[in-house]
């Protein structure tokens, strides 16, 4: 198996991950529901967890790490505590759905600021634009189409200029590039803990600034007697029991990252893009999206006007090859791109892809066009 999915989930992931998960349905119980060694030793590790992500995103204090299901819970959880029906929300034309559809049931007006694929300078300035108009920005680190880096640094500077709170959608960054909550100023950054974190699935982190409304009501281990939830972090939002098994895999998946190093990762899968489009880009009735520049990740995006992109994954599956393909549920992004007619096969790196992988697969897509 080739396993070039990695934006969705990232399935091969460090040995420790999947042992420590075991290892904590045998031994953890629930942190914050007795004084007994097996929940102590479960809050022991939901709080190094805390800690070890709160260090990796430069967040103050650990209890601004609140987990979540994934990237799509802690986005309405942000979504749910900034806007009202009618709240004017500017968002990037390369949203995922996890975004744009709570921002339309709870409804916003929203407006896109629009840019061609690629264009940092571009985007920056649609933004410039729009910002007197907005009273939150809704905005993606990287796009988990077509792996577009945007200026989210610029961006959250314009946004504090204009005193405009801004939510920030790591998905596709954390684990990958510096996601730095202290720089960005941010009143949420969202991810999830299945992707370049290494975590298992049903596990993610929301950056919390301050001020938070919950999405779920019940147990939170403290403070019994009241009959809402508590007023502080991280408890306010971590109604029920937590994800420990989860939990635990998530904090190996950090550490590995830790020690593996964010420009080392983001180099390997770089490199194994450019492996990919040197091969390809050339192949007669392919499009690839790519300016082979720095402002993309290690995804690459590619349609054949010779096959559709069902076909080509499912002949790709037929190899052995795992892909992504369609709208990637980001219409926005494939509206931006002028490929929502038709989506996109999507090929998407991680650490433990290697050359020989890429290079089969290319041979593998120049057999079937």
Wanted: proline content about 5%; aromatic content about 6%.
């Amino acid at each position: 198996m080739i396993y070039l999915d990695n934006a969705a989930t990232t399935l091969i992931k460090p040995l420790t991950v999947s042992r420590a998960v075991l290892h904590a349905m045998q031994t953890m119980a629930s942190p914050g529901r007795g004084a007994h060694e097996p929940a102590m030793k479960a809050a022991e590790t939901v709080f190094l967890c805390r800690r070890e992500a709160a260090e990796l995103f430069n967040v103050p204090e650990p209890e601004q790490i609140v987990f979540t299901m994934n990237a799509t819970h802690g986005l309405n959880i942000a979504i749910n505590s900034l806007v009202q029906p009618g709240t004017k929300v500017l968002v990037s034309g390369y949203e995922h759905n996890s975004v744009t559809r709570p921002l339309t049931e709870k409804g916003a007006e929203i407006r896109v600021a629009s840019s061609p694929l690629f264009d940092s300078r571009g985007i920056l300035a649609a933004f410039e634009k729009e910002l007197p108009w907005a009273e939150l920005v809704v905005c993606t680190h990287v796009s988990n189409v077509f792996g577009f880096i945007l200026p989210i640094y610029e961006i959250a500077e314009l946004c504090h200029k204009r005193g405009v709170p801004l939510i920030v959608d790591a998905s596709q960054a954390a684990g990958v590039l510096d996601v730095d909550y202290s720089r960005l100023g941010a009143e949420f950054i969202a991810m999830p803990g299945h992707k370049g974190l290494f975590g298992p699935q049903g596990t993610g982190i929301l950056i919390c600034a301050g001020e938070c409304k919950p999405l779920l009501s019940g147990g939170s281990g403290t403070d019994s007697i009241i009959q809402h939830m508590p007023e502080y972090l991280p408890d306010r939002l971590e109604a029920g029991t937590h994800n420990v098994c989860g939990i635990a895999g998530l904090l190996e998946g950090i550490r590995f990252l830790r020690q593996k190093g964010l420009k080392e990762i983001f180099s390997h899968e770089t490199a194994l893009l450019m492996r990919m489009f040197e091969q390809l880009d050339q192949v007669k009735g392919l499009e690839l999206f790519t300016e082979a520049c720095r402002a993309q990740s290690g995804v690459l995006s590619l349609r054949s006007d010779r096959i559709n992109c069902e076909d080509l994954a499912s002949a790709l599956s037929d190899r052995g090859v795992c892909v992504r393909t369609g709208l990637h549920c980001a219409p926005y992004a494939h509206r931006s791109a002028g490929t929502l007619d038709s989506g996109t096969v999507r090929f998407s790196f991680s650490p433990f892809n290697t050359e020989e992988e890429v290079d089969a697969c290319c041979q593998f897509i120049k057999d079937l066009l």
